[in-house]
């Protein structure tokens, strides 16, 4: 097949384009800059923003769009391609739903009202809703052949946002270690090559509609992600301690100082099924599996991105104030 990849470059389309090439499948990439990847792939250089005219008039099975993140930038870039775009494959995201009614959800909860078209900014009010709108542009704009993808967190080699790499990091150094709020929280992670290897096939069974793409297969709490980390990864003696929500908080913590703890949120947020995913051929590897690899990638380096959360430094000044407030029996 003949498929055309948007944002193939970067962390989750460069592992769907690398899962394309693996299966055989003829690749073209749209990207702004000269790269050394994929030689084996047609590089097209535009940018989705601006001129697309070097797209007129090319046919492709399928066009895979990993970084639209504006209504406009889907109306664009198949206003440039028209039927030539074959099935589409749009990378959305988990943030598409509002507050579950029920934990174990699927894809027809319900949705967050979609972004005016003059929404112009990306932060975490925005975020979600201009997913949404998307997925609105391109039901509309490809009916059937709109494929909808949801992942929610995505991990694995080259992740330029290094969330789930901080924790693999973190523990494979061993010491005391600090587990953020309640170890009950739910949280789904996915790795990239999983996802990868299911748009590939998505694409090949003319698959459409949405497909939230989480695991595992049960709803898995922040402890137990962490503990399988810890199993793969984590020198003996390791050992994390838990500390309250309210008091991190307190001290001035959120998600962006410890990465993937929500400080507050819905509590059935991250209890997404994969089951509609699964019965189409989706295959997830552990939270173990991918915690070694991502540990394997980083040892072998280089690696994307710069080291988010905690420093060692703030890690022990916190857990050294939360002893002090809490001393062991």
Same mark, same amino acid.
């Given at each position: 097949?003949?498929?055309?990849?948007?944002?193939?470059?970067?962390?989750?389309?460069?592992?769907?384009?690398?899962?394309?090439?693996?299966?055989? !499948?003829?690749?073209?990439?749209?990207?702004?800059?000269?790269?050394?990847?994929?030689?084996?792939?047609? !590089?097209?250089?535009?940018?989705?923003?601006?001129?697309?005219?070097?797209?007129?008039?090319?046919?492709?099975?399928?066009?895979?769009?990993?970084?639209?993140?504006?209504?406009?930038?889907?109306?664009?870039?198949?206003?440039?391609?028209?039927?030539?775009?074959?099935?589409?494959?749009?990378?959305?995201?988990? %943030?598409?739903?509002?507050?579950?009614?029920?934990?174990?959800?699927?894809?027809?909860?319900?949705?967050?009202?979609?972004?005016?078209?003059?929404?112009?900014?990306? /932060?975490?009010?925005?975020?979600?809703?201009?997913?949404?709108?998307?997925?609105?542009?391109?039901?509309?704009?490809?009916?059937?052949?709109?494929?909808?993808?949801?992942?929610?967190?995505?991990?694995?080699?080259?992740?330029?946002?290094?969330?789930?790499?901080?924790?693999?990091?973190?523990?494979?150094?061993?010491?005391?270690?600090?587990?953020?709020? /309640?170890?009950?929280?739910?949280?789904?992670?996915?790795?990239?090559?999983?996802?990868?290897?299911?748009?590939?096939?998505?694409?090949?069974?003319?698959?459409?509609?949405?497909?939230?793409?989480?695991?595992? /297969?049960?709803?898995?709490?922040?402890?137990?992600?962490?503990?399988?980390?810890?199993?793969?990864?984590?020198?003996?003696?390791?050992?994390?301690?838990?500390?309250?929500?309210?008091?991190?908080?307190?001290?001035?913590?959120?998600?962006?100082?410890?990465?993937?703890?929500?400080?507050?949120?819905?509590?059935?947020?991250?209890?997404?099924?994969?089951?509609?995913?699964?019965?189409?051929?989706?295959?997830?590897?552990?939270?173990?599996? %991918?915690?070694?690899?991502?540990?394997?990638?980083?040892?072998?380096?280089?690696?994307?991105?710069?080291?988010?959360?905690?420093?060692?430094?703030?890690?022990?000044?916190?857990?050294?104030?939360?002893?002090?407030?809490?001393? %062991?029996?």
């Amino acid at each position: 097949m003949k498929v055309l990849v948007v944002g193939g470059t970067r962390f989750v389309g460069r592992h769907i384009v690398r899962a394309l090439i693996d299966r055989g !499948h003829e690749v073209t990439l749209l990207h702004r800059g000269a790269t050394e990847l994929f030689p084996s792939a047609e !590089h097209v250089l535009g940018d989705r923003d601006g001129d697309l005219a070097e797209l007129a008039g090319r046919e492709f099975d399928a066009t895979v769009d990993a970084c639209a993140y504006f209504p406009r930038q889907v109306r664009h870039l198949l206003g440039a391609l028209g039927d030539g775009a074959g099935r589409y494959a749009l990378i959305s995201s988990q %943030s598409v739903y509002d507050e579950p009614e029920a934990p174990w959800y699927d894809e027809s909860s319900r949705l967050l009202p979609a972004a005016a078209d003059d929404v112009a900014v990306i /932060d975490d009010q925005t975020y979600g809703p201009l997913k949404v709108a998307c997925e609105e542009a391109a039901a509309d704009l490809c009916g059937d052949r709109a494929l909808l993808i949801r992942p929610t967190y995505v991990v694995g080699p080259w992740d330029y946002t290094q969330r789930f790499t901080y924790w693999v990091r973190r523990l494979s150094e061993g010491g005391e270690v600090l587990g953020p709020g /309640d170890a009950s929280d739910p949280v789904q992670v996915i790795d990239a090559r999983d996802l990868a290897a299911f748009v590939a096939l998505a694409i090949e069974k003319g698959l459409s509609g949405p497909y939230s793409l989480v695991g595992p /297969d049960a709803v898995q709490t922040f402890q137990q992600m962490l503990d399988d980390v810890a199993v793969a990864v984590a020198p003996s003696g390791t050992r994390i301690t838990w500390v309250d929500r309210a008091w991190l908080q307190a001290q001035g913590e959120d998600d962006a100082s410890v990465p993937l703890w929500r400080g507050q949120e819905h509590p059935w947020v991250s209890t997404s099924s994969p089951a509609r995913a699964l019965a189409d051929g989706l295959r997830l590897r552990s939270v173990r599996q %991918s915690a070694a690899e991502i540990l394997a990638h980083l040892q072998a380096g280089p690696t994307s991105g710069e080291d988010p959360g905690l420093t060692r430094v703030r890690e022990a000044e916190l857990l050294a104030a939360w002893h002090a407030e809490h001393p %062991s029996p």
